[in-house]
């Protein structure tokens, strides 16, 4: 398991966000049975550089959260058999690795939402990298029924690796 993460800030937290990355990715790939070692890019933007990329890739001109950019095409969520054909586009020859995505994070926005909702920055930032790495895994939220599943599965995720509300 490998992820990289790229501070383009000058915020620092007080937390190690390599860390939680860790823990987030290996607990989300656990939860959803992936059969591979995954690999996950992480940028941290403030709201102008990820109202940029949101303005980019998905024609919103505002800031926003987070933004996934999965890698896989899933025919459903966390179905990793993977064709022959696309083994080349999915794993890195160096290391073998499942190249799951790319995520793009919010520094403000972290700090905006943890004190909109009472909880710690470390406890939002785990939160939108869970939310992303269930996107990365082919979920995602546009019906009731799909956000009911993600909001199950990020909560158990933090809750498993003891980054609570209250934390």
């Known amino acids: 398991m490998t992820y990289y993460v790229e501070n383009e800030t000058d915020m620092n937290f007080s937390f190690s ?29 403030d709201n102008e550089g990820i109202r940029q990329y949101n303005r980019e890739y998905r024609n919103m001109d505002r800031p926003t959260d987070v ?4 890698n ?15 083994i080349a586009d999915y794993f890195d020859p160096e290391s073998e690795e499942l ?8 520094v403000d926005k972290v700090q905006e939402q943890a004190a909109a ?11 939108l990298i869970a939310h992303s790495m269930l996107h990365l895994c082919g979920y995602d939220h546009m ?8 909001e199950t599965k990020q909560e158990h995720v933090l809750q498993q690796i003891g980054i609570t509300r209250e934390k």
């Open 67 to 70: 933004l996934s950019f999965p």
């Open 72 to 86: 896989l095409d899933f025919d459903s969520p966390s179905n990793f058999s993977i064709p022959k054909e696309r």
């Open 17 to 45: 966000e390599e860390e939680i990355v860790g823990r987030v990715m290996e607990e989300v790939l656990t939860e959803e049975n992936c059969p591979y070692a995954g690999q996950v890019n992480v940028l941290l933007t």
């Open 143 to 150: 019906t009731e029924k799909e956000a009911a599943v993600m």
């Open 99 to 106: 190249l799951l995505g790319d995520i793009i994070v919010s």
């Open 117 to 127: 909702y009472g909880h710690s920055t470390r406890r939002e930032f785990a939160f």
